[in-house]
């Protein structure tokens, strides 16, 4: 009955401490008199907008089916052959990789029986499991009633809905929906800044003077012009817009937040922005075929709304060189995170920012003697872009790297990559280095000078990096730096009595110094229950991930300040769970999933992620618990929490409820 259980839960998604009870589908029952003895049974299902119920009809390690049992009143009743329903969307899910049918709005089901004796009821319980495109509802079992006593709808609609908590997640496993809003307004403002930055590309640049002055010119007034230069701008977006919703179309929320720790995808993508990088930087040039141009520049001459939409659809494929690495990197930046809107977020501030300029130009035509002339500066914003794509192309091989735990890319590592690339960034900028579509440098200018300035004070900035300095301004990027190879920095004396291998000597069972803090912490359950049991001390539980960005973001901004820190060396027992530890059980710890009949888990964050599940409601990370010896929670547990204070005192008063 539930060997589909595992993937359900996994999909569910509850916002910690603020519950909300959903009940996205209503059923209401009527029937369908055929003959004297026989009748329809009708269940029709209402279903929220946005929620999908699945098929009676799924595939083999699919999710749960919608299931009818009908009562036959000990032989009164008999059941006529099986239960129909109506047509449905069939579509290729990516989480389970298989075509599966679900019904929106509503759906109707119908189940033929024949009446034997004086029975004027049947009864039936429908099973069910609904989903939208963030979180799914555990399965639920509604009792349904079927008055035979008149052809009028019977029931009044039913509610024996599952209550759940919920949440929504961001590009790092953020779990609070306030959150998610401030992701998705960070996705919109980096879009921005990005689309601004295409602007100043060649591809892109020298199109806003010709393409406002074909406007201003071969329109009968101003307004006209104007007006034109409006709709080109909105059709930009448009274009855009819908490529934003394709690709959210394509890859529903959860599967893409289960690509941000995927291991291919992670070295799929790095792939994918080392190819972009070399593009920038001049190594060759991606384009679209000609022939799409040219026939996209036919329909642009036919005049009107279509001619002008068309113009604008011409305007991306010509720019695609130096636009599609930016686009792309934006997607995958935007799908990784999870959101199903992230990608169309994104894409409307990247369009947004492409199409201002032809509107506000065409507005004010005189501006255009403002403009800086094209030239070779065009090339330069094109070369810094690639070097930016090259630096975040090592944050996926990073990720990949930090779920194998395969340590070819450490932290030291990870930093002397980056000081190679922004300071090769800034030799170019100052002129030091040419690249193959440059122009001669007679001089540097001011601007050029203050960014090369600017990029060579970063770089020396994360040289202490090399030696243990915490680099909080892009904490969100290396691995963290207990995942290096000289965790406390190259030379580093431990401040205290004692040295650092001293501290590190009768360590308990199954626990580790986490550096550079030496915060003691155990990596099994079960082990530091033990400690904490026999030392008398509450356990914190930090379900946490290798490539999780914002629980590297707590530890490193959080956890370090000395009220946070006092705490988790000396009041708490620390157990962190790292769900996405791809290294393999033992042969003698493999066990049944207690969620997936049939299923091993193999894995040892496979392990810790179905604890979470169970026992917390919850597949988000970070996620922090305070519980006692018995396993029960001292305060309600609370994710990502960048304020120091709130966290404090959710540590403080979760402590002190565990000394009462």
């Not at 008149?150 to 029931?155: L, R």
Request: net charge negative; aromatic share 12%.
């Amino acid at each position: 009955m539930r060997k589909k259980f595992i993937f359900l839960i996994a999909l569910m998604a509850f916002t910690l401490g603020n519950s909300q009870v959903l009940e996205p589908v209503k059923w209401i029952t009527s029937i369908e008199k055929i003959s004297e003895t026989e009748y329809n049974l009708i269940a029709k299902a209402s279903i929220e907008t946005g929620w999908h119920l699945y098929s009676q009809n799924v595939p083999e390690d699919g999710p749960i089916p919608t299931t009818f049992t009908f009562d036959d009143a000990e032989g009164a009743i008999k059941i006529v052959g099986n239960t129909s329903e109506e047509e449905g969307h069939t579509v290729k899910d990516p989480v389970f990789e298989m075509e599966i049918t679900f019904f929106e709005n509503n759906a109707t089901f119908k189940q033929k029986v024949k009446v034997l004796g004086d029975k004027t009821q049947v009864n039936a319980i429908v099973e069910f499991m609904v989903c939208d495109d963030t979180r799914c509802l555990p399965p639920t079992e509604v009792d349904l009633v079927f008055n035979l006593s008149t052809n009028k709808n019977a029931n009044s609609e039913n509610k024996k809905e599952a209550s759940a908590v919920t949440i929504e997640e961001d590009t790092t496993g953020n779990s609070s929906s306030n959150n998610s809003k401030k992701g998705l307004w960070g996705i919109f403002f980096i879009a921005f800044l990005s689309g601004f930055a295409a602007l100043l590309t060649p591809c892109v640049f020298p199109m806003i003077p010709m393409t406002v002055s074909f406007f201003t010119k071969q329109s009968k007034s101003k307004a006209a012009g104007i007006r034109n230069a409006i709709i080109y701008g909105i059709s930009i977006i448009v274009i855009y817009v819908v490529l934003g919703i394709l690709v959210s179309l394509l890859f529903g929320a959860d599967a893409l937040n289960a690509l941000s720790t995927n291991v291919w995808f992670n070295i799929a993508f790095f792939i994918l922005l080392i190819v972009f990088a070399a593009s920038f930087l001049g190594a060759f040039e991606i384009m679209l075929p000609n022939s799409w141009a040219n026939k996209v520049d036919s329909q642009a001459d036919r005049g009107g709304l279509i001619g002008i939409f068309f113009m604008a659809l011409a305007l991306a494929i010509v720019s695609f060189s130096c636009t599609g690495p930016i686009v792309g990197t934006l997607l995958v930046e935007a799908a990784s995170g999870g959101s199903q809107i992230g990608p169309i977020v994104g894409m409307l501030g990247f369009s947004l920012a492409i199409a201002l300029p032809f509107a506000l130009f065409a507005a004010f035509p005189g501006w255009l003697n403002s403009l800086p002339k094209s030239g070779g500066w065009l090339n330069t914003v094109k070369v810094v872009l690639g070097f930016l794509e090259l630096a975040l192309a090592f944050k996926f091989l990073s990720n990949a790297d930090l779920v194998l735990q395969m340590h070819l890319l450490e932290r030291e590592v990870f930093i002397a990559i980056w000081i190679a690339v922004f300071g090769a960034l800034a030799f170019y900028l100052f002129g030091k280095i040419q690249l193959p579509h440059d122009s001669p440098l007679t001089h540097i200018s001011v601007g050029r000078l203050g960014l090369g300035l600017l990029v060579l004070s970063f770089t020396i900035y994360m040289i202490p990096g090399l030696w243990g300095a915490p680099l909080n301004l892009i904490s969100a990027f290396p691995p963290p730096q207990h995942y290096s190879e000289s965790p406390y920095g190259v030379g580093f004396t431990q401040l205290g009595s004692g040295s650092a291998s001293t501290n590190h000597d009768n360590l308990p069972e199954g626990a580790h110094l986490m550096p550079p803090h030496d915060i003691l912490a155990f990596n099994d359950y079960n082990k530091g229950l033990a400690y904490a049991k026999k030392i008398g001390k509450p356990v914190m539980i930090d379900f946490t991930g290798h490539a999780c960005v914002n629980c590297r973001k707590m530890e490193q901004n959080v956890w370090v300040k000395p009220e946070i820190l006092e705490k988790l060396k000396n009041d708490v027992v620390l157990i962190s769970l790292y769900v996405d530890d791809k290294r393999k059980l033992e042969d003698n710890e493999v066990v049944d999933s207690k969620l997936k009949p049939g299923k091993k888990l193999k894995y040892i964050g496979q392990k810790w992620s179905e604890l979470q599940t169970i026992k917390y409601k919850a597949n988000t990370q970070p996620m922090y618990v305070l519980m006692d010896h018995n396993e029960e929670n001292l305060i309600d547990p609370v994710a990502y929490t960048p304020d120091v204070q709130e966290y404090n005192t959710w540590l403080k008063n979760g402590i002190k409820n565990f000394k009462k």
